[in-house]
């Protein structure tokens, strides 16, 4: 069975810094392109980055761009999100997610129960 | 204010069909690019209910379907339960983003 933990969430203030991370299993981690997700308290689901199966590619949403680095290790299955320069509107359950398939544009399956990230001003 | 939009919530008695509609623009839709659609049970991640406008993964039942014309896209549930009471998201990719979006969400309410 596929599974996602997420991990390194908490409360930081504004201008800090913040390192997720989703330890994986189940699957070979290696061939699968792998994305995070957020989603604010109460609101709706943001995509917010992804990166290719080997790390050579990564994409960012233009509200995290220059902040966040998203970064895989596939030796240790697991994939990371760097989070600095955090603001307030990062406020989020932050979900890792699998995606599916080798095309460039995908869904999303599984994903992990999500970490909290609160920022405070 | 997402490149998706959906209605905010849609209701519906037992065993009734709703639909949910997301429309979408020439940069997703339009260029191509596939509809999929999440179902979030309150205090749960979102789970795959559809992919690539109209495929059900392993184990969703086929009350669920989906379609897709032109710019528009459509979830619709036929026979609704009570245990379909959940927030639906559609998603795409989007080429003026060059990224993923989601609609805002629609909740569902059984009566």
């Known amino acids: 069975e596929v599974h996602l933990l997420e991990a390194g969430g908490g409360l930081v203030q504004a201008g800090g810094s913040l390192r997720l991370s989703c330890v994986t299993s189940?699957?070979?981690?290696?061939?699968?392109?792998m994305s995070w997700v957020r989603q604010p308290p109460g609101g709706g689901l943001e995509w917010v980055s992804s990166?290719?199966?080997?790390?050579?590619?990564?994409y960012y949403a233009d509200s995290v761009k220059g902040r966040f680095t998203v970064s895989r290790d596939n030796s240790k299955s697991t994939l990371y999100l760097q989070m600095d320069s955090l603001k307030g509107e990062d406020t989020a359950l932050y979900y890792c997610?699998?995606?599916?398939?080798?095309?460039?544009?995908?869904?999303?399956?599984?994903w992990g129960q999500g970490t909290m990230v609160s920022v405070s001003s | 204010q997402s490149l998706l939009t959906q209605p905010p919530s849609v209701s519906g008695a037992p065993g009734q069909r709703v639909t949910i509609s997301c429309t979408g623009s020439?940069?997703?839709?339009?260029?191509?690019?596939?509809v999929h659609w999440y179902q979030q049970l309150p205090g749960t991640a979102p789970k795959l209910l559809i992919f690539?406008?109209?495929s059900r993964p392993s184990g969703v039942p086929d009350r669920f379907s989906g379609s897709k014309s032109g710019t528009s896209a459509s979830l619709a549930i036929t026979g609704l339960q009570a245990e379909d009471e959940a927030d639906y998201y559609c998603?795409?990719?989007?080429?003026?983003?060059?990224?993923?979006?989601f609609g805002a969400g629609t909740k569902v309410t059984v009566l």
């Open positions: 997610a699998r995606e599916p398939t080798v095309r460039w544009e995908n869904w999303f399956d599984p």
């Open positions: 189940g699957f070979t981690f290696g061939r699968n392109g």
């Open positions: 990166i290719s199966n080997i790390g050579d590619k990564t």
């Open positions: 020439s940069s997703n839709f339009g260029a191509g690019f596939e």
């Open positions: 690539d406008t109209n």
């Open positions: 998603q795409s990719y989007d080429s003026s983003l060059n990224g993923y979006v």
